[in-house]
């Protein structure tokens, strides 16, 4: 039997009295429990909950600083006349371009967000919206929108934060709001047609022979969707059939045996599209035209072409009528370096900055890629000469940290996949991202130009 050097001794064990007594001084623990069903009431505006520096209120404050008598020309709610009040469109404005800064291209969303989130409460003030309302602002009324993004623009312009010397274009695949199965055949376009036809004439029928007021509501609707779907197709062939006669055109050009074309029932105007990730899907081809010097988007426009070679000269067309003056510089990457539009540009007076076809290979080959060939207009010749030189080469590099990068934010803002369908439409939701970027980017500048003034 070991012993320690001190021995404590048996502990003595306290008593049940006392350990009767400890715990009746200790009792059950006070704690604060939440309490989720008491009212409580609040003394504050929405303009004190909203913090002092959230991007809503930039962007009210840019779109109350614009002139939007596109839209209030339109409204026939004015004093004296009996009416309902109109929404002010610096609301609607507003609400959509801090929408697609935040990602948000549903209606419907929009309309949630609106009931349920500080920031847009903050900016509907409690004017009520609804996603038709904001649907139909958004995709009505183009040349508003145009006239929008031109103003914008315009303004730095005079600010001299823009320049309009040198643009970078590039276009960039969106899919299309329509689903690859929804192409069809001219034939099989035909007997669709026909079959919606004979559907609206039999609801015409019906229409006039029944007395009930809620079957007759519920034939007029099922008429309606009827004659939709009988435009669509009407529309679809027409596309088609147009379609057709390019690819026959070309097959006589190229030898080859053309493809038979197909087309949307619920899109039309898509097309099937090669997209960055080698994928074939049904999409548009949205051009932004970017000046350099401040990353700015001047020139906005959609096509249904799966090329890029087409688009050079109607974008300084657009930029040409929008600020009565052309860019002295167009950089553009190889898809659109067709021979016909560098021609054009060079007559406008605008000097392309593109990469030469194969380049590398005739170096390697000892021939002179930059040598003017045989059947070359002058603005080619010139072309060819120019990008042999270092000084284009450094140029050139300016294109992809400019258009690339104004693609990148579009994407991060939700521009992937189209909301709405028609490439007029598309063109809208384009522009809305235009202004959208320009709104940011001129807070950007002009916070940027009172630093320098200091």
Request: hydrophobic share 35%; charged share 30%; glycine share 6%.
């Amino acid at each position: 039997m070991t012993q320690t050097l001190f021995d404590k001794g048996k502990a003595e064990q306290p008593s049940p009295g006392e350990v009767a007594a400890a715990r009746a001084m200790e009792g059950n623990p006070r704690l604060r429990v939440p309490q989720r069903n008491q009212v409580e009431i609040h003394w504050a505006s929405l303009d004190e909950l909203l913090e002092p520096e959230h991007p809503a209120r930039m962007v009210w404050a840019c779109v109350c600083g614009l002139d939007l008598h596109c839209w209030l020309k339109t409204i026939k709610a004015v004093e004296g006349v009996a009416g309902r009040d109109a929404t002010d469109p610096r609301l609607l404005v507003a609400l959509w371009v801090y929408a697609t800064i935040e990602g948000v291209g549903s209606a419907r969303e929009l309309e949630r967000l609106c009931e349920k989130h500080l920031a847009y409460q903050w900016l509907c003030g409690g004017v009520s919206v609804n996603y038709h309302l904001l649907a139909d602002f958004r995709t009505r009324g183009s040349e508003a929108w145009d006239d929008l993004l031109t103003q914008i623009v315009a303004s730095l312009l005079d600010q001299k934060l823009v320049t309009l010397k040198r643009v970078a274009q590039d276009g960039m695949r969106v899919r299309a709001n329509a689903g690859s199965a929804s192409f069809r055949r001219g034939p099989r376009l035909e007997r669709f047609l026909a079959e919606a036809r004979e559907q609206v004439e039999a609801l015409k029928t019906l229409s006039d022979e029944s007395p009930e007021d809620t079957t007759r509501r519920r034939q007029a609707a099922r008429k309606r969707a009827w004659e939709e779907r009988q435009r669509r197709l009407e529309e679809a062939l027409r596309h088609c059939d147009e379609l057709q006669r390019q690819r026959e055109e070309t097959a006589k050009i190229t030898g080859k045996k053309p493809i038979e074309a197909r087309c949307s029932t619920t899109d039309p105007e898509s097309r099937t599209m090669k997209f960055a990730d080698g994928g074939y899907r049904p999409g548009y081809n949205v051009q932004f035209s970017t000046d350099t010097a401040s990353g700015i988007i001047v020139g906005v426009d959609v096509t249904n072409h799966g090329t890029d070679s087409e688009e050079l000269p109607p974008m300084l067309e657009q930029l040409e009528e929008r600020y009565d003056r052309q860019p002295e510089e167009a950089l553009v990457d190889g898809g659109f370096a067709c021979l016909d539009a560098i021609d054009d540009a060079a007559q406008r007076g605008c000097r392309v900055y593109a990469p030469l076809k194969d380049e590398q290979k005739q170096l390697a080959a000892g021939k002179n890629p930059y040598a003017p060939k045989r059947y070359d207009g002058a603005g080619v010749a010139s072309w060819r000469e120019r990008m042999g030189t270092v000084a284009a080469k450094l140029v050139y590099r300016l294109r992809s940290q400019t258009a690339e990068w104004v693609n990148a934010i579009c994407r991060n803002r939700g521009l992937r996949q189209m909301p709405v369908r028609g490439r007029t439409k598309c063109r809208m939701i384009a522009v809305l991202y235009a202004i959208t970027h320009n709104i940011v980017r001129g807070v950007t500048l002009r916070a940027q130009a009172a630093e320098m003034a200091k």
